[in-house]
């Protein structure tokens, strides 16, 4: 994948603003494992009526979110993005890029970032 640029992003670095990875499996309580002992931070496991079930963690100002797809009414959360079954949406800074973390016998791709 090209590297994405921008004033807020530092491929290999630190990410800013907002990034969406994703992965192609459903599996997001492997996700949230891997990524709590990668960021050493504990993700909460969460219930929502429209998300379903997700995990979220605070990291300094930042969030990071991770989402199965499609939400519980069978529609993608990101429509662009329908064929991954897991989304981790970072919001913030200070959370190290995520592209190529392996989870199982699959990978976390950067899919978009933006300021």
Known sequence: MPALTGN????GGL?????????R???????AGILARRLGHAFEQRESH??????????G???VTIVSQPDPYGVPVEDAF???GTLVFVDGGGVEDLDGVAVEDDVLERLRCSD
């Open 8 to 11: 807020n992003w530092s491929v």
């Open 15 to 23: 990410v800013t603003k907002h990034v969406l990875y994703g992965m």
């Open 25 to 31: 499996a459903d599996r997001g309580e492997a996700v």
């Open 50 to 59: 429209w998300k379903g079930e997700y995990w979220r963690a605070r990291i």
């Open 61 to 63: 100002s930042s969030t």
């Open 82 to 84: 329908a064929d991954y």
